[in-house]
């Protein structure tokens, strides 16, 4: 089975900095992609971020040069990395995996998803 455990979500004031983990189960981790996600209430769900199986990443416009998107093959866990925080990022959070090679921003590509992990910017 597959299974996906964001956590590192909470409260953080504009400005500030937060991380967040995704923990995957199983013994395929380096062999898959692992993107990161968000959903405002409201809102679509929209791409954030992916990193592939050769630590190849892509970011979404709003993310580049705030967000780096890591992980530790090793750990089995994708990182989300997210500076200068502004109140548009407020949002769920959640990490997915895809067997694609591709940098893939396209939500049917990930058929494996996280719970989700709050996210809360305030000024």
């Known amino acids: 089975q597959v299974q996906l455990v964001e956590s590192g979500g909470g409260l953080v004031q504009a400005g500030g900095s937060l991380m967040l983990s995704c923990a995957a189960s199983g013994r395929t981790f380096s062999s898959d992609g692992m993107g990161w996600f968000r959903q405002a209430p409201g809102k679509e769900r929209e791409f954030v971020a992916v990193?592939?199986?050769?630590?190849?990443?892509y970011y979404a416009d709003f993310a580049k040069g705030r967000f780096t998107i890591s992980r530790d093959n090793h750990k089995n866990t994708v990182y989300l990395q997210m500076h200068s925080l502004n109140l548009e990022d407020t949002a769920v959070y959640y990490c997915a995996r895809t067997p694609l090679v591709g940098l893939t921003t396209d939500v049917r590509n990930y058929p494996s998803w996280g719970q989700g992990t709050q996210v809360t910017v305030s000024s």
């Open positions: 990193i592939n199986q050769i630590m190849h990443e």
